[in-house]
Every structure is written in C-alpha cells, then in structure tokens.
C-alpha cells in the first residue's frame, strides 16, 4: 500500500515539474516571439512545413469525414421525414468540433512529431548546444517561429477543412441521395451563423499552440540517442493528442 501510495506520489511530483517546464517553455518562447531581430525567412519556411505541406492529409480527412457524416445524418433524419436538416447538422457538426479536432490531430502526427524529431535529433548530437555556444538562442532561433506557424497555420487548415468537408457532405446529400441543393444551402443560411465558425477557428488556434509547443519540448528534451529522439516522438503526439481532446471538451463546455 505504501509503495503504492509513493508511487502515485512520485508520479504527481513528475507531472507537475512537467508542466512547470512546459510553463517556462512557454513563456520564454513567448518573450523571445516578439523581439527583434525578426526572420522571416524562417517563420515563413515553417508555415510552408506545418501549413501547406499538411494540406492533402487534411482535405482526405474533411471530405470523407464530411461525406461519412452527411451519410448517417441522411439516413437517421430520413427515419422522421427531416432531411433538409442534414445541411446545417453537418455543417454545424464540422466546423464547430470535427473539423478543428481532426486537422489538429493529423497536423499532430505529421508535423508536430516531425519538430520533436527535429529537434531531438539535433539535441542529441549537440547541434543545440553548439547554438548556445555561439550565442544564438535556440528558443528564439527554433522553438519561437516553429510555435508562430502552429498557431498561424492550423487555423488555416481548419478553414480549408470545413470548405472540404461541407462540399463533402453536399455531395452525398444531394448528388448521391437526391436532397435538393436549394433546401441543403437554404437549411445552413437559416441556422448557422458566422460565430459558429469563428469557434472552431478559435479552439484550432489553441490546439496549434498544444501540438507546437509539446512538438518543440519533447524535442528539446530528448536524450538517449536514436531511441531517445523516438520515444520524444512518440510521447509528443501522444501527448499533444490528448491534450487536444481535454481541452476540445472544455472549450465546448464553456462554450455551450
């Protein structure tokens, strides 16, 4: 009971130092964004990195997400004679929690690993140290405009998300199961408003933030070689991931 009871201790003691360390991550990138000198040439090469190269998994995500949803939702309105419900259902469904959930999840696993691998892989052979030796600061030189692109991006892709996945469900609604086009775009003018959109965009700010910054400390942190910058990796997107979910939730409770 007793080794238990340390264990869960020692546990708590860890998540806290954790997120301590996060915190000071955070506030020193924070500081460091915002002073000159500014390169712009690098922020821009990891909006490129984070942003457009994201940009085919996310349309697959949002099209056949909006098409799957669009699918069920025709099929169980059909049941009560509502289907020219499906238009602000599917629309409302992603642009307030599908579409900025799912693009944070698969700009996670493709470029927030990628900078904890980065970043890892450069701590390990003591690239980052050689930084700090020429007195180039790696918060400001590495982490500040890899978090800027998180924020700035993931947005964007959100926005590109919803665009995809209402063509998606359009597609299937009307195409496919014969709804009329002038009900399914009548339906979304009549019940969704310009705020619902504005949600989501907002909550995939913050999650760009999560998976950029996690990204960036895993890096940062890792130790041990080849195995170490993979388990960075790994606990990166493990991490950034649940975070995402946890905080979804509470955005959406204080929001509802």
């Known amino acids: 009971m007793l080794a238990l009871i340390a264990r869960l201790g020692g546990a708590a003691i860890q998540f ?8 000071i991550l955070s506030g020193q990138c924070a500081y460091w964004m915002f002073r000159p000198p500014f390169r712009f040439r690098n922020l821009f090469t990891q909006m490129e990195f984070v942003g457009v190269k994201s940009i085919f998994v996310v349309t697959l ?24 419900l499906v238009g602000p259902v599917v629309t409302l469904s992603i642009t307030r929690e ?42 400001k030189h590495l982490v500040a405009p890899r978090v800027l692109a998180g924020i700035l991006m993931t947005p964007v892709l959100t926005g590109l998300t919803d665009f995809i996945g209402i063509a998606g469900g359009y597609f299937v609604a009307v195409d496919l199961m014969g709804l009329d086009s002038g009900t399914f775009i009548g339906k979304i003018q009549d019940y969704v408003v310009i705020g619902d959109i504005l949600h989501g965009l907002y909550k995939s700010m913050f999650f760009g933030l999560i998976l950029s910054m996690i990204g960036c400390y895993k890096g940062l942190g890792a130790r041990g070689g080849a195995q170490g910058v993979g388990r960075a990796t790994t606990q990166s997107v493990v ?6 979910l946890v905080s979804d939730y509470v955005f959406t409770a204080l929001t509802f």
């Open 98 to 139: 599908l579409s900025p959930v799912l693009a944070s999840l698969m700009v996670t696993g493709r470029a927030g690993s990628a900078m904890a691998a980065e970043l890892g892989s450069m701590k390990v052979t003591e690239q980052i140290d050689a930084l700090r030796a020429m007195a180039v600061n790696p918060v």
């Open 61 to 84: 995500t949002g099209v056949f997400t909006g098409m799957v949803f669009a699918l069920q939702s025709y099929k169980g309105f059909h049941l009560f004679g509502a289907e020219s």
């Open 16 to 23: 806290v130092e954790e997120m301590g360390r996060i915190f």
């Open 239 to 244: 991490i950034s991931s649940v975070l995402i």
